[in-house]
């Protein structure tokens, strides 16, 4: 029933194909992560530089053709201490995108990295969770605040230059269900 509802918003709504406005860095210089951070974020290099991603939904048992193109970079910030990622949602007519900061941190004490996501639309402000579980795929879960519907994201690297996120919601009979994918392609940079 989500599913249907997300299908609604995108499409019934005329939702734009194109990311908002997001450019890529001009150079390739994405910084590089400090000592010992590269050893705990490594799980993380995927994300590295600018992608371009196809929004896609589960219907009727399989993966929806791209309803929306999106934009997610990838740096090393405060010097080298982070990993920073943002997010550039595609626009619904007269509307704005959701547009976010990610934040991603090795936290030692649980041995999980932790994440602050805050984004423009409704200035919604999150803490994730997320580790490698046994399936190999890195998974991320929402501790703060509370989630009202259970989901359950992980991401899965499906080549040199391509990674995928898929979000699965529990149903009314609380089986996990797919909610969306995420196709991320690595976009080439322009060297300085």
């Not at 705990?40 to 399989?62: C, K, S, Y």
């Not at 007519?93 to 996501?117: K, Q």
Request: hydrophobic share 40%; charged share 25%.
């Amino acid at each position: 029933m989500l599913t249907k509802k997300l299908t609604t918003l995108l499409v019934g709504a005329g939702m734009s194909l194109v990311a908002h406005g997001a450019a890529a860095q001009e150079t390739c210089d994405f910084g590089t992560p400090t000592e010992g951070v590269a050893e705990t974020m490594a799980p993380w290099d995927f994300l590295i530089g600018n992608h371009e991603v196809d929004f896609r939904l589960w219907q009727d048992g399989a993966w929806s053709e791209p309803l929306a193109i999106a934009r997610w970079n990838g740096w090393w910030g405060l010097e080298g201490a982070v990993l920073i990622d943002e997010w550039f949602g595609p626009t619904p007519p007269g509307g704005e995108p959701v547009l976010g900061v990610n934040v991603r941190v090795w936290d030692e004490s649980v041995s999980r990295w932790r994440m602050t996501w805050q984004q423009t639309r409704g200035a919604t402000a999150a803490i994730y969770e997320s580790e490698v579980r046994d399936d190999g795929f890195m998974h991320m879960w929402q501790t703060n605040p509370p989630e009202t519907q259970e989901t359950d994201a992980w991401f899965e690297v499906t080549g040199d230059n391509t990674w995928i996120r898929i979000q699965r919601i529990r149903d009314e009979n609380g089986d996990w269900v797919n909610q969306f994918r995420l196709d991320a392609r690595r976009l080439s940079c322009q060297p300085e």
